[in-house]
């Protein structure tokens, strides 16, 4: 640090070689490094030294390099010391006085379209663009395999981006023989980040906005990007929470998804299968007459039968009455917590968890933390440097708790045993973050379920794993691809 020593003593100094005048005037201090370096200018106000002529005098100074090898005197140093500087603020080591818009971020290959006034950033990757490439033989694919033809649309998880995909999606488009597509959902990667007060209030009459936050609008535009890629069909893959996106969007259009492969996905896995009763109807509705003509013959019984249904009524209404008081109960608790979550104090939180976690937990998903490399981190960190990026985290937590068509619908968990689609699930035996259990636990509740757990793996197969991740999705393909044949020629015969 460099600390300017005067030498002619306090300013004071300037008074006798200045005429006094009852006005205030500024001088220019021109200061010199004695290493040669250009003269720095400081300017000092007088406020009862002047020039009768009205120019500036200028007076001299050495800067020595350090503050030890020059005098100094007392009081010196709080007027001239040009060596301390404002400390920048940084989140995970980034710079946060100079956000930016996601465009000025965007790599080369990076594409971007507007759905429902959001800017979503996306990549394609085409099968015929990969085939050239030698790099791809390195994952040793065989390119004499009939293909599946189906796009595939890749769903990252929480944190994440397109840039996980990076290493996969060139071979992925080999093996399926069709493009690759994978886009930075709303609060992640380089998709605009919005003002969802704004955004909501946009709407005319009926036609509000989704919250581009929301659950919905993900699994809105999944089916957008099929739409574009042309496609009647895609093999959806979903990363941890990226999991969650395919299986709605399968919920959504189970006619449109070909197939679904779920790594390591944090869907909780229930912990038994349920059981399916179906009931003869012609059966249950001469059971329900026969018990009708018992009841009419037995006046005691019809009396009996009167009391308890007064009583249904009764509980009923009773019940009804409670139902309301707990949703109100529940808005009103709703409100609170959207309140707390969209507070700046909320905003705040998230700053300082991802300063102080953000890295770390990139290194905790991996098998070996010292294999993350700096390009890894870099990209995982990339998105801290865009405007609001904190608010649009804030505003995706609080849309995933505060869910509205979460109430609708019965849970995820209740209804894995409708997939009726090819599944694969792939998960590292040692993810830290969604146990490797649960990922099996779910392959047996999903009906033909494939499950495949990778060695010395952690959260993320596709990026730590790649050799072996590719290998079980082409395996998984060339399955899909004869069950496919094998049902075309039954129906043909």
């Known amino acids: 640090m460099m600390k300017v ?18 006005s205030t005037h500024s001088y220019f201090l021109r200061i010199h490094n004695n290493h040669g370096a250009s003269p720095l200018k400081l300017a000092v106000f007088a406020p009862n030294y002047a020039t009768h002529h009205h120019h500036h005098r200028d007076c001299t100074f050495v800067v020595a390099s350090s503050a030890s090898s020059s005098p100094s005197f007392g009081g010196s140093e709080q007027f001239l010391d040009v060596g301390v500087k404002k400390k920048k603020e940084g989140i995970a080591g980034l710079d946060q006085d100079e956000l930016m818009d996601p465009k000025l ?28 490439q030698s790099a791809f033989q390195n994952h040793g694919v065989s390119h004499q395999i009939k293909k599946p033809g189906f796009p595939m649309i890749l769903l990252h998880g929480f944190g994440a981006s397109v840039f996980s995909w990076k290493q996969v999606m060139k071979p992925l488009a080999e093996v399926t023989g069709s493009k690759v597509l994978a886009f930075d959902r709303p609060a992640f990667g380089l998709t605009s980040r919005l003002n969802l007060s704004k955004h909501l209030s946009s709407g005319k009459g009926d036609a509000k906005p989704l919250n581009p936050y929301s659950m919905a609008f993900s699994v809105l535009v999944t089916l957008y990007f099929l739409d574009m890629l042309n496609a009647e069909k895609a093999i959806l893959v979903g990363h941890s929470a990226g999991s969650l996106v395919a299986v ?10 070909a197939a679904l492969i779920l790594v390591a996905p944090a869907i909780f896995a229930p912990l038994t299968k349920p059981k399916i009763v179906k009931e003869n109807p012609s059966r249950q509705d001469n059971q329900m007459k026969e018990e009708s003509n018992a009841v009419s013959q037995n006046p005691i019984l019809e009396f009996y039968n009167m009391l308890f249904n007064f009583a249904k009524f009764i509980a009923n209404a009773i019940a009804k009455m409670m139902r309301g008081m707990i949703n109100m109960l529940n808005s009103l608790y709703r409100k609170f917590l959207s309140a707390i979550l969209r507070s700046s104090v909320a905003i705040m939180l998230v700053r300082m968890a991802i300063n102080k976690f953000g890295t770390s937990a990139v290194r905790n998903a991996w098998y070996d933390p010292k294999q993350v490399s700096d390009d890894v981190l870099s990209g995982y960190t990339k998105p801290l440097r865009i405007k ?17 068509e979460s109430k609708t619908k019965p849970s995820l968990s209740q209804r894995l045993n409708d997939i009726s689609c090819p599944v694969l699930i792939v998960t590292g035996d040692t993810d830290r973050l969604v146990p490797s259990w649960n990922a099996e636990r779910l392959s047996h509740v999903i009906p033909g379920a494939s499950f495949a757990i990778i060695k010395q793996c952690g959260h993320l197969p596709h990026e730590e794993k790649v050799e072996e991740f590719i290998s079980i999705v082409e395996n998984f393909l060339k399955r899909l691809v004869t069950d496919s044949n094998e049902q075309y020629l039954q129906t043909i015969t």
């Not at 003593?9 to 009852?22: D, K, V, Y």
């Not at 080369?108 to 085409?126: A, L, M, T, W």
């Open 5 to 22: 020593g005067v030498f002619c003593g306090q300013l004071g100094f300037l008074a006798p070689s200045i005429p006094t005048l009852n």
């Open 105 to 132: 971020l965007a790599d080369n290959d990076s594409c971007f379209c507007q759905f429902q006034g959001v800017e979503i950033h996306h990549k394609i990757q085409d099968a015929a663009e990969s085939q050239s």
């Open 388 to 404: 609001d990026w904190d608010k649009a985290l804030v505003e995706f937590t609080a849309a995933m708790l505060l869910d509205e």
């Open 248 to 257: 709605n969007t399968y919920f959504e259009a189970p006619e449109r998804v």
